[in-house]
């Protein structure tokens, strides 16, 4: 069993940067996935990013690509979303996610992912 805690989501005006963490309680494997992905209210949830553990490569969505980056620090069990130039189409709740399935990573299912966050909320003001 893994438990997500997500910290660092407040409110910025657009243009502005934020750093999401996700502290990770529990085994996270090497050949696991660490992602992020975000709901804004009347919307479906969305991946933005994802690492794998072992490897350290990265994922990201097209929205999001140049904009954000996501890091870990695996001897701590946390990844991390560094957000730049925000804009307020990036208002949502993010949570993190962890994948325990390897093998490649070829999109955002949601139902690829076996343990979930509660969500950091990110507001971003126009």
């Known amino acids: 069993q893994v438990q997500l805690k997500e910290s660092g989501g407040g409110s910025v005006q657009a243009g502005g940067s934020l750093r999401l963490s996700c502290a990770a309680s529990?085994?996270?494997?090497?050949?696991?996935?660490m992602g992020w992905f975000r709901q804004a209210p009347g919307k479906e949830r969305e991946g933005v990013a994802a690492?794998?553990?072992?490897?350290?490569?990265?994922y990201y969505a097209d929205s999001v690509k140049g904009r954000f980056t996501i890091s870990q620090d695996n001897a701590k069990k946390t990844v991390y979303l560094q957000m730049n130039s925000l804009k307020p189409d990036d208002s949502a709740m993010y949570s993190c996610a962890v994948r325990r399935r390897g093998g490649g990573f070829d999109s955002f299912r949601e139902t690829d992912f076996d343990f979930w966050g509660q969500g950091t909320q990110v507001t971003v003001s126009s």
């Open positions: 690492i794998s553990v072992g490897a350290g490569s990265a």
């Open positions: 529990g085994a996270i494997h090497s050949n696991n996935y």
